[in-house]
């Protein structure tokens, strides 16, 4: 049974950084992993997303060139390196996975989940 278990979350003021980890096990293969986030009334948005072998990586938008994602599988876990932090990056951040290597900015495309974990940018 695939378990993602996310940490590093908090209160922070803006312009500062968090890492934050996602720890998997039970997962025999995941083709992408992927960080998504959801803020109080909003639907969840992609954040960013990383190919298993860490040689591809995509970004929001909002987020690029601020947050890096990134992975170490003998770890089993991925990262999310979030700098100049915004009070518009609150939200509930969950880390994902898929087998799939299309609609990666996609919630539906994700199967296996964590349970979340709170980042709240105070300005």
């Known amino acids: 049974q695939a378990q993602l278990v996310e940490s590093g979350g908090g209160l922070v003021q803006a312009g500062a950084s968090l890492k934050l980890s996602c720890e998997v096990s039970g997962l025999t293969f995941s083709r992408y992993w992927g960080w998504f986030r959801q803020a109080p009334g909003k639907e969840r948005e992609f954040v960013a997303a990383i190919h298993r072998d860490g040689d591809t990586t995509y970004y929001a938008d909002a987020v690029k060139g601020r947050f890096t994602i990134s992975r170490d599988n003998a770890k089993n876990t991925v990262y999310l390196q979030m700098n100049t932090l915004k009070p518009e990056d609150t939200a509930d951040y969950y880390c994902?996975?898929?087998?799939?290597?299309?609609?990666?900015?996609?919630?539906?495309?994700?199967?296996?989940w964590g349970q979340g974990t709170q980042v709240t940018v105070d300005s």
């Open positions: 994902a996975g898929t087998p799939y290597s299309s609609g990666l900015n996609l919630p539906r495309s994700y199967l296996y």
